[in-house]
């Protein structure tokens, strides 16, 4: 007999992360195996739910409908193997990705309390400062910092980072310091690779957008604030990630009469709205943990 739940989960896996290498990646199978099963499930259908190009994959109508009820059947069916299986007792493994410095800095200290009192979990962390693929990496959540582009994806704020603007004290004694939002035009300022050029200063007052140049842009959060600490220019970091190092003056806050906007920090879901008990448990442990940010 036909496996319908496996061809559904490698159609959702193929869709979600639009590759069925990374598909069959994650899910242990051979590429040509993953592609046969989707071809199957075409076939059973009757309908083409995919587009396959030498580049990417693609939903046609068809396959966007499936997609959106395969994900409610699959959340139903884990609903109730999570009920048979007595899941609320909490065993298994969870897998997390996370950007390096909010897994070192946040997450991983918050699994202490987690692990001690849920003794039968394991965790699994995937640490990775590029935007990860839930689907194709096999994780059951990942924490994401900023806005959120996966709307097809069920996610919860778990915390809210303040942000600061910081340079090194040899920085400041080359340079000057800046007095006000209008002087970061005249410095250089370390770029976190956004596409962004513009920092965004807010006062009790007003606020402002200061469009600033740079010379330097790092892909990864601590090259960022080793670039800060190296006098390098003015970075705008975390205090989750700056704050030993502000401690220890090998660094010191600009312009702390303005502030930035928190960065939010979101727990994202694969596959539905509604994630595993075990899962939910490690998020609300987040929220609680992670308030105070």
Do not use: C
Not at 93 to 108: L, N
Not at 189 to 210: E, V, Y
């Amino acid at each position: 007999m036909n496996n319908k739940w496996l061809e559904v989960e490698v159609f959702i896996r193929v869709a979600e992360s639009g590759s069925f290498t990374k598909a069959a990646q994650g899910l242990n199978l051979s590429q040509p195996s993953t592609s046969r099963i989707v071809t199957e499930l075409e076939n059973r259908l009757g309908s083409k739910l995919l587009l396959r190009s030498t580049r990417n994959v693609t939903l046609t109508d068809s396959g966007k409908e499936f997609l959106s009820r395969a994900r409610h059947a699959v959340a139903e069916l884990n609903e109730a193997e999570d009920a048979v299986r007595q899941i609320d007792s909490l065993i298994g493994t969870i897998r997390i990705g996370t950007s390096i410095v909010f897994g070192t800095k946040a997450i991983i200290p918050a699994l202490t309390k987690f692990l001690k009192r849920y003794p039968n979990l394991k965790v699994e962390i995937k640490m990775d400062d590029e935007r990860q693929n839930l689907i194709a990496a096999g994780l059951d959540l990942s924490i994401r910092m900023g806005h959120l582009e996966d709307s097809a994806f069920g996610a919860t704020q778990i915390a809210s980072v303040e942000r600061m603007l910081v340079a090194s004290p040899d920085y400041i004694s080359e340079f000057g310091t800046p007095r006000t939002p209008d002087d970061l035009m005249k410095h250089e300022i370390i770029n976190h690779d956004t596409g962004d050029n513009t920092i965004k200063l807010h006062s009790q007052s007003r606020s402002f957008d200061i469009t600033v140049g740079s010379k330097i842009k790092i892909d990864a959060a601590p090259g960022v604030l080793a670039a800060a600490v190296a006098g390098l220019g003015i970075a705008n970091v975390t205090t989750l990630m700056s704050a030993q190092d502000l401690k220890e003056g090998k660094l010191v806050q600009i312009l702390p009469e303005y502030y930035l906007e928190p960065l939010s920090a979101f727990a994202v879901f694969p596959s539905g709205p509604r994630p595993s008990a075990k899962v939910r448990a490690l998020v609300e442990h987040f929220k609680s943990e992670l308030a105070s940010l």
